[in-house]
């Protein structure tokens, strides 16, 4: 039988299994995804609903449970050695994850799940399908993507795709993020009646072209790439490409604090390309970069590059936009619905330094073009992408399920 969507206020668990809310930014493992799962818990509080962040302990002295703020707690799952572990290595503690998902929602229920990233999702389906929970699922990346343009360098487990298939026909409903996600999960011949577009958003009260900026060094213009410090995030394009601007520095935010840069393998390679092509003195890295730090950082530049070979949905861009501050980035994946060419920026092939000098070459001689693009980001920020919208929208998914499923007795998270 089915039943009319519930109007009052909802208990959501939402199960993050390596994207902490808490964890800085920047780290290999550590960008849009707990961005994501933080702003959407928080959102979903301001409507009413109150929210549990289910995510791995990966420190001994970690409590668990920590408020993240009115409405929303985080709670620390022992799942594996409480130390970090790269994600792609956390397949084998999921099971223990799940049971764990299992005994504490055997008692108090949550009214729906949502889970992020594929192994969240192999843990929820096991505590799921267990309990009879309604059951939502956000992929935020990939394995079919991931293996196409990786190839011998994805370091997945080999069962990830077809993990991610059984998680798909498993879940009540498929929250995506873009157009071009869609089309990825009908390639894996997963129904689209049964999946729902509903984009990653952004604060634009953070994120706002009004506030303090990042000192700047020396008077050249100012190129800034945000974000977790891996190959396939292009900054290797973003230095290439600075051989052709001459005149202008790139800072690179992402990665290990700075006091470890000097020991991580994709510094020290991005270090050695910018002393190859000569263009060394104009390359900054800064570490890993808190929440708080980030709105000024964008703030300050010129230009806000995000070259990824890949991105399945990208928040950077979502990001400057806010600040007011253009976007050159590559043409893909969610990219392609965020940015808006010309309006708010530029679109261009991956893995094309030229292409990429060409387009911030052009906005950086013409700073009217600039102004406008800012003003522009502004706008389509405010329009389409505030969390409110996208928590209301993540909201009327919810009630969708819950309308298609038995009444039940509301949990008490």
Same mark, same amino acid.
């Given at each position: 039988?089915t039943?009319? #969507?519930?109007?009052?206020?909802?208990?959501?668990?939402?199960?993050s299994?390596?994207?902490?809310?808490?964890?800085?930014?920047?780290?290999?493992?550590?960008?849009?995804?707990?961005?994501?799962v933080?702003?959407? &818990?928080?959102?979903?509080?301001?409507?009413?609903?109150?929210?549990?962040?289910?995510?791995?302990?990966?420190a001994?002295?970690?409590?668990?449970?920590?408020?993240?703020?009115?409405?929303?707690?985080?709670?620390?799952?022992p799942?594996?050695?409480?130390?970090?572990?790269?994600?792609?290595?956390?397949?084998?503690y999921?099971?223990q994850?799940?049971?764990? /998902?299992?005994?504490?929602?055997?008692?108090?229920?949550?009214?729906?799940?949502?889970?992020?990233?594929?192994m969240?999702?192999?843990?929820?389906?096991?505590?799921?399908?267990?309990? *009879?929970?309604?059951?939502?699922?956000?992929?935020?990346?990939?394995?079919?993507?991931k293996?196409?343009?990786? %190839?011998?360098? *994805?370091?997945? #487990?080999?069962?990830?795709?077809a993990?991610?298939? %059984?998680?798909?026909?498993?879940?009540?409903?498929?929250?995506?993020?873009?157009?071009?996600?869609?089309?990825?999960? =009908?390639?894996?011949?997963?129904?689209?009646?049964?999946i729902?577009?509903?984009?990653?958003?952004?604060d634009?009260?953070?994120?706002?072209?009004?506030?303090?900026?990042?000192?700047?060094?020396?008077?050249?213009?100012?190129?800034?790439?945000?974000?977790? /410090?891996?190959?396939?995030?292009? &900054?290797d394009?973003?230095?290439? &490409?600075?051989?052709?601007?001459?005149?202008?520095?790139l800072?690179?935010?992402?990665?290990?604090?700075?006091?470890?840069?000097?020991?991580?393998?994709?510094?020290?390679?991005?270090?050695? !390309?910018?002393?190859?092509?000569?263009?060394?003195?104009r390359?900054?890295?800064?570490?890993?970069?808190?929440?708080?730090?980030?709105?000024? !950082? !964008?703030?300050?530049? *010129?230009?806000?590059?995000?070259?990824?070979?890949?991105?399945?949905?990208g928040?950077?861009?979502?990001?400057?936009?806010?600040?007011?501050?253009?976007?050159?980035?590559?043409?893909?994946?969610?990219?392609?619905?965020?940015?808006?060419?010309?309006?708010?920026g530029?679109l261009?092939?991956?893995?094309?330094?030229?292409?990429?000098?060409? =387009?911030?070459?052009?906005l950086?001689?013409?700073?009217?073009?600039?102004?406008?693009?800012?003003?522009?980001?502004?706008?389509?920020? !405010?329009?389409r992408?505030?969390? *409110?919208?996208?928590?209301?929208?993540?909201? &009327?998914?919810?009630?969708?399920?819950?309308?298609?499923?038995?009444?039940?007795?509301?949990?008490?998270?």
């Amino acid at each position: 039988m089915t039943r009319t #969507p519930r109007a009052g206020a909802l208990t959501v668990a939402l199960v993050s299994e390596h994207a902490s809310p808490l964890a800085v930014l920047g780290g290999v493992d550590a960008g849009g995804q707990n961005v994501h799962v933080a702003q959407l &818990a928080g959102a979903l509080a301001d409507r009413g609903h109150r929210v549990a962040v289910y995510t791995r302990r990966d420190a001994p002295d970690l409590p668990s449970r920590v408020p993240l703020r009115p409405g929303v707690e985080v709670r620390h799952v022992p799942a594996g050695p409480a130390r970090p572990i790269p994600k792609d290595e956390l397949l084998p503690y999921m099971p223990q994850f799940g049971r764990h /998902l299992e005994r504490e929602w055997g008692s108090a229920p949550p009214d729906l799940v949502h889970s992020h990233f594929w192994m969240s999702g192999v843990a929820t389906l096991q505590a799921a399908r267990e309990l *009879d929970l309604p059951f939502a699922h956000t992929y935020h990346a990939l394995g079919t993507v991931k293996r196409r343009h990786q %190839k011998d360098a *994805d370091s997945s #487990p080999p069962d990830r795709i077809a993990w991610e298939t %059984k998680v798909g026909e498993g879940c009540d409903r498929i929250i995506a993020t873009c157009r071009d996600e869609v089309a990825e999960l =009908a390639a894996m011949g997963l129904p689209t009646t049964r999946i729902a577009v509903v984009p990653c958003g952004v604060d634009p009260e953070r994120f706002t072209p009004h506030g303090p900026t990042t000192p700047r060094t020396g008077r050249r213009p100012l190129l800034v790439q945000l974000g977790r /410090l891996v190959p396939r995030k292009g &900054a290797d394009v973003s230095i290439a &490409a600075l051989t052709l601007l001459p005149d202008a520095q790139l800072l690179i935010a992402g990665g290990p604090p700075a006091g470890h840069l000097d020991d991580d393998p994709e510094v020290g390679r991005l270090r050695a !390309l910018a002393r190859d092509l000569g263009v060394a003195d104009r390359v900054r890295f800064t570490g890993g970069v808190s929440c708080e730090e980030v709105p000024a !950082l !964008l703030r300050s530049a *010129d230009v806000v590059l995000c070259p990824a070979d890949y991105e399945p949905f990208g928040i950077v861009p979502l990001e400057a936009m806010g600040c007011g501050t253009p976007v050159v980035a590559s043409a893909v994946g969610g990219q392609q619905d965020t940015v808006a060419d010309p309006g708010t920026g530029r679109l261009v092939p991956p893995r094309d330094p030229a292409a990429l000098a060409d =387009a911030v070459a052009a906005l950086l001689a013409h700073p009217e073009q600039r102004a406008a693009c800012g003003a522009a980001g502004r706008r389509r920020v !405010l329009t389409r992408y505030g969390w *409110d919208r996208v928590a209301a929208a993540t909201e &009327a998914v919810y009630r969708d399920v819950l309308a298609q499923r038995p009444a039940g007795v509301s949990g008490a998270l």
